[in-house]
C-alpha cells in the first residue's frame, strides 16, 4: 500500500452526522522526520465521545480540526520509524484517526503492546481497551459497589455498560439494565447475567419511570449514567437516599442542538444524592492495574466482553452510526485495512 | 389571647402562589391531652422550601395537607402544658405553623432554647437556626473549602447564600455572589465582604457566563447552589476541573411548572465535577457543634447575619412571596403576634 485512505471532518454536524459531514481521500504516505514514526491503523475503535470532538465547543479534549482525520483509538503496527523505542514491526495502540496511516510525533499518546498475550489485536480496544477500564474505575472509584445494593445502568448493552452491570454482579449487587430493544435486553439477561432488562423503546417517562420503580421498590443506591435526557430523568425519580451518579456519557443527546438535560435535579436534593462526573484519563497511571484485574475476571469466566467488528474505512460513516441507532451488539470496531 | 389564628394551605400553589390559595381563620385555642403542650409562636421563618411543602409530589417531608396551617419554623413559649419537660413560660423552637398557638405531641420535634443567650428570639431561627446550620454543614461538609480557591454562591444576598458566602472568606477564599438589583451587590461587598458581586437581573445566559468567567478566570473550585435555571447553567460553564457543587436549593424553578434543570449535564463530566444534593437534616447530630462554630464567629465579628422581620399574621403571604420576589433583605421572618 502507497496510499493512505483518510476519512476527513469536512464539516461540523448539525444534530445528526451525515455523510457530507465527511470525505474519505487518498494521500501519499507520510515519512517520519526524528524521533516520528508512522502506525498502520488496522483496527479503530468507535466511540460515542468522537461526536464531541466534532463540534467546536470547549471541553476535555480540543475539537478536531476541520478538513483533519476523524480522531480515534487504534491499535496497529509500526510501520516506518526514526524512533529506537518503536521499530518497525511492533504492534502500539493510540490515540490517533480513522486512516491507513498515522504520523506519531514525540509526546504523543502511543503505547506498545504485547499481541501474543491476546486472542486478537481487538482485545487492546476493548477488554484491555479504554472502554473496559471507563467501566472498572467509574464502578470501583466513584460508584463504590456493596454488596446488596442496587444498581441502574443504562446504555446496558453498549460496550461500557456491558461491562459495568457485570462488574456490579462481580460485587454482589442487584443488577438492573435500560437497553433499547428486545434482542439487547435478551443478552443483558442471558449473556451477561443482569437480573432485569428494561427495554426503554416506546415508553414515555412515567413509562419508564415505573419500570424502573418496580424492578427496584427500594429505589436505586447506584446509576451509572451513559444516556441522559428521559431515561436519566426516569432513574433520577427511582433514586435511594444518599445514591451515587456515575455521569460517564449522555449519547441521547451528543446530537441534540437542544439539550434536555436534567429537569429534576431537585431529586437530586430530595435524596442527598451525589452525581460525579468522570474521565477514565484522570486514572490513567492506573491502568495497567485495572487491565490486569478486568483480565483475570476475563479469564475467570466472570466478565463477557464482546466485540462488534465492521470492515473497511470506506464503511466509516455507517459504523460510526450504529452507535446512535443502537445497531451495535457490544464494543463498536472498525476494521480499517 | 383566646382565638387562634391560622394560616391555612386551601388549596394546592400552580407555579406562583395567590392568595386564594390560603385563608387566615379563626378557631379556638387547642389544649393538651396527656403528654401534650401548646407553643405560642411568636415569631416564624420564611424559607423557600415552604413551596415544596405545598406541593403534592414526592419529597423529604410529606406535603402539607389540605386546609392545615402552613408549616414552618417556628420560636415561641409554652402557653399551656401537660408535659413537665415543658412548663409554661419555657421558650422553645420547632417546626410548627403559621398560627397563634400549635399543639405538640410527643416525638415531634422541638426543643428548648435558653433566650437569655441572645440579643432577640429570633436568633433561632437565624444565626443559630435551619438556615446558619445548612450554610455551615453545606460548605464545612461538602464543599470543603480550601483557601485559595475561588467560590461562586447564587442566591448571595439570601440566608443561606450570605453565610455561605462569609464561610468562604473565614476560609480564605475568593468569593463571586450572584444576586438580583444593585443594592443587595452592594451588600454582597460592603456588608458582606464578598470579593465580587454579579447582578443577574437582565442578563442572557451568555452574558451571565461571561460576567462569571470574567469574575473567576481560572475556573469556580466550589459552586453553592441556592437558584438554579440559567443562574446555575451559567456557573456550569465556569467550572474548573474537580469541582465541587453543593445543590442547596432551586428557588428560581419552585413556581414553575416546566423546569430548566441543567441542560449543560456535559459539562459536569467534561470537569468531572461532583454534584451532592444537601439536606441539613442530615447533620441533626451535630446541630449543637455547628450552632457554637457560627455563634463563635458572630461574636467575633467575622460572621454577619442580617434579619429582614415584618409584622403580623395577616401579612403571612405577602411576606411568604418576598422571596421569590427577592424582596427581602436578610433571612425572611414574620412576627406572628
Not at 27 to 51: L, Q, T
Not at 159 to 166: D, E, F, R, T, Y
Not at 315 to 334: E, V
Given at each position: ?153 443504562s446504555g446496558a448493552a453498549g ?19 435500560i437497553a433499547g430493544g428486545a434482542e439487547k435486553c ?12 428494561i427495554d426503554y423503546q416506546g ?24 444516556v441522559?435526557?428521559?431515561v ?93 441507532s443502537g445497531a ?10
Amino acid at each position: 500500500m502507497d496510499v493512505n485512505r483518510r476519512f476527513l471532518l469536512r464539516r461540523r454536524p448539525v444534530d445528526d452526522p451525515v455523510p457530507e459531514d465527511f470525505e474519505l481521500v487518498r494521500e501519499p504516505v507520510p515519512s517520519p522526520s526524528a524521533g516520528e514514526f508512522i502506525v498502520r491503523n488496522i483496527y479503530c475503535s468507535m466511540d460515542p465521545a468522537m461526536r464531541g470532538w466534532m463540534d467546536d465547543a470547549p471541553s476535555y479534549m480540543p475539537p478536531i480540526a476541520l478538513d483533519d482525520p476523524v480522531r480515534a483509538s487504534t491499535v496497529g503496527v509500526v510501520h516506518a520509524s526514526d524512533n529506537p523505542d518503536y521499530p518497525v514491526g511492533q504492534w502500539v495502540m493510540g490515540l490517533n484517526a480513522i486512516e491507513d496511516y498515522s504520523l506519531v510525533t514525540p509526546g504523543h499518546f502511543t503505547a506498545p503492546v504485547d499481541i501474543s498475550a491476546v486472542d486478537s489485536p481487538t482485545r487492546f480496544l476493548t477488554a484491555m481497551g479504554a472502554v473496559s477500564l471507563t467501566a472498572y474505575f467509574g464502578m470501583t472509584e466513584v460508584a463504590k459497589p456493596q454488596a446488596g445494593e442496587t444498581l441502574c445502568v443504562s446504555g446496558a448493552a453498549g460496550a461500557v455498560g456491558s461491562v459495568v452491570g457485570q462488574i456490579g454482579k462481580i460485587h454482589g449487587c442487584r443488577v438492573i439494565g435500560i437497553a433499547g430493544g428486545a434482542e439487547k435486553c435478551r443478552r443483558l439477561t442471558q449473556d451477561y447475567g443482569f437480573d432485569v432488562a428494561i427495554d426503554y423503546q416506546g415508553k414515555s417517562l412515567d413509562q419508564m419511570r415505573a419500570a424502573i420503580g418496580a424492578a427496584a421498590p427500594d429505589g436505586l443506591d447506584m446509576v451509572f449514567e451513559n444516556v441522559g435526557g428521559l431515561v436519566m430523568e426516569a432513574e433520577i425519580l427511582n433514586l435511594a437516599n444518599h445514591a451515587r451518579v456515575v455521569l460517564c456519557g449522555l449519547i441521547s443527546e451528543y446530537n441534540a442542538s437542544e439539550h434536555v438535560g436534567l429537569r429534576n435535579l431537585w431529586q437530586v436534593i430530595v435524596h442527598q444524592a451525589t452525581l460525579t462526573g468522570f474521565l477514565v484519563t484522570d486514572y490513567a497511571p492506573r491502568f495497567p492495574e485495572g487491565g490486569a484485574r478486568i483480565m483475570e475476571w476475563v479469564a475467570d469466566g466472570r466478565l463477557r466482553i464482546d466485540e462488534d467488528v465492521q470492515e473497511g474505512i470506506e464503511n466509516a460513516y455507517d459504523t460510526f452510526m450504529r452507535l446512535f441507532s443502537g445497531a451495535n451488539n457490544g464494543k463498536q470496531i472498525l476494521k480499517i485495512g
